[in-house]
Nanobody, 115 residues
Framework: QVQLVESGGGLVQPGGSLRLSCAAS????????MGWYRQAPGKQRELVAI???????NYADFVKGRFTISRDNAKNTVYLQMNSLVPEDTAVYYC?????????WGQGTQVTVSS
């Protein structure tokens, strides 16, 4: 099983940037898909960005051009660079590992965009 730990969240002003990290440990198989999701209060969890098993990124329309997903395989870490943040980006951000039928979630990190 894979364990995921997110970090990097916090309070940022509108227009600011944050970089989230998700460190994976345990039995990690190659050619996995890593993704970032978010959940705002009172809303369902939604996809933000994923990085496929062949490192092709896919983004939700609401973050295209602002967020970038990447990974460092040597560190078993996936990142989410978030720029031009707006209050609507406020949510708990979760990391997800998927390979075949196996899936693991992290505990989440809070991102608050407010002046």
């Amino acid at each position: 099983q894979v364990q995921l730990v997110e970090s990097g969240g916090g309070l940022v002003q509108p227009g600011g940037s944050l970089r989230l990290s998700c460190a994976a440990s345990g039995t990690i198989f190659s050619f996995n898909t890593m993704g970032w999701y978010r959940q705002a209060p009172g809303k369902q969890r939604e996809l933000v960005a994923i990085l496929t098993s062949v490192d092709i990124p896919n983004y939700a329309d609401f973050v295209k051009g602002r967020f970038t997903i990447s990974r460092d395989n040597a560190k078993n870490t996936v990142y989410l660079q978030m720029n031009s943040l707006v209050p609507e980006d406020t949510a708990v951000y979760y990391c997800k590992y998927t390979r075949g039928v196996e899936a693991s979630w992290g505990q989440g990190t809070q991102v608050t965009v407010s002046s």
